[in-house]
C-alpha cells in the first residue's frame, strides 16, 4: 500500500507567476483535500474533492483552483502568485464520508519571491 | 464558525517526564477530535482520533487524550516523554461537513536530555 505523495518538494516562483502542485492519493481512498500550512501556523483546509467534483472550499480565493481525476490523483493550481502565497501546501486523503481519516503527504514547500 | 486554541505555543520538558499539551475548541456540538505530529519537513501523521464512546482514547507512540465535553477540550498526554517526541503537534476537529479538518496553531514539543 503506498501513501500520499506530493510532487514537486520545493519550488520558487516570482510574484504574478502561476504553480501547479501534483498528489497522489493513498490506494483506495476517493477523496483528496488540500491545505495550506504557512509558516508558525496550523493547516488552512482550501478544498476538498471528491468523485472530480468540488466537495467544499475554504476561506481561499478563485485563483485557487484545482482538479481531481479518475485515478484520484489531484491538481492544485495557483494564478497570480503572491508573497503571501509562500507556505507548505499539503495534500490528503482519505475515504469519503465525515470522520475518515485523512492520511497526509509530506507536502510541497513553495516560496513566491 | 468553529475554532480551535492550543494555548501553548512552546513546551519544553525533560526526557522522561510526563506531557500535557493543551486544546479546546469552539463548537455548538461535539465534533470529531484528532491529535497529529508533524516533524520538521515531514507532513503530518495522525497520532489519536475521539469519535463516540470512551471519552480516554489511546493513540500511537504511547500517547493518550481525554475528551471533556463540559471543558470543550480535548488534551494530549504522554506519562513518558522521548526525545524522538520533539515536534509539533496540532489538535484539529472535523464538524462533520465531509473531512474538512479546522486546526489550532500548534504547540511546539522540546525534549532536553
Known amino acids: 500500500e503506498t501513501g500520499v505523495t506530493q510532487s514537486p518538494t520545493h519550488l520558487i516562483k516570482t510574484r504574478g507567476q502561476q504553480v501547479t502542485l501534483r498528489c497522489s492519493s493513498q490506494?483506495?481512498?476517493?477523496?483528496v483535500s488540500w491545505y495550506q500550512q504557512a509558516l508558525g501556523q496550523g493547516p488552512q483546509f482550501i478544498f476538498q474533492y471528491y468523485r472530480e467534483e468540488e466537495n467544499g472550499r475554504g476561506n481561499f480565493p478563485p485563483r485557487f483552483s484545482g482538479l481531481q481525476f479518475p485515478n484520484y490523483s489531484s491538481e492544485l493550481n495557483v494564478n497570480a502568485l503572491e508573497l503571501d502565497d509562500s507556505a507548505l501546501y499539503l495534500c490528503?486523503?482519505?475515504?469519503?464520508?465525515?470522520?475518515?481519516?485523512?492520511?497526509f503527504g509530506p507536502g510541497t514547500r513553495l516560496t513566491v519571491t | 464558525a468553529q475554532s480551535v486554541t492550543q494555548p501553548d505555543i512552546h513546551i519544553t520538558v525533560s526526557e522522561g517526564a510526563s506531557l500535557e499539551l493543551r486544546c479546546n475548541y469552539s463548537y455548538g456540538a461535539t465534533p470529531y477530535l484528532f491529535w497529529y505530529v508533524q516533524s520538521p519537513g515531514q507532513g503530518l501523521q495522525l497520532l489519536l482520533k475521539y469519535f463516540s464512546g470512551d471519552t480516554l482514547v489511546q493513540g500511537i507512540k504511547g500517547f493518550e487524550a481525554e475528551f471533556k465535553r463540559s471543558q470543550s477540550s480535548f488534551n494530549l498526554r504522554k506519562p513518558s516523554v522521548h526525545w524522538s517526541d520533539a515536534a509539533e503537534y496540532f489538535c484539529a476537529i472535523d464538524t462533520g461537513t465531509a473531512s474538512k479538518l479546522t486546526f489550532g496553531t500548534g504547540t511546539r514539543l522540546q525534549v532536553t536530555l
Open positions: 490506494s483506495g481512498h476517493n477523496t
Open positions: 490528503a486523503s482519505s475515504l469519503s464520508g465525515q470522520g475518515y481519516e485523512q492520511y
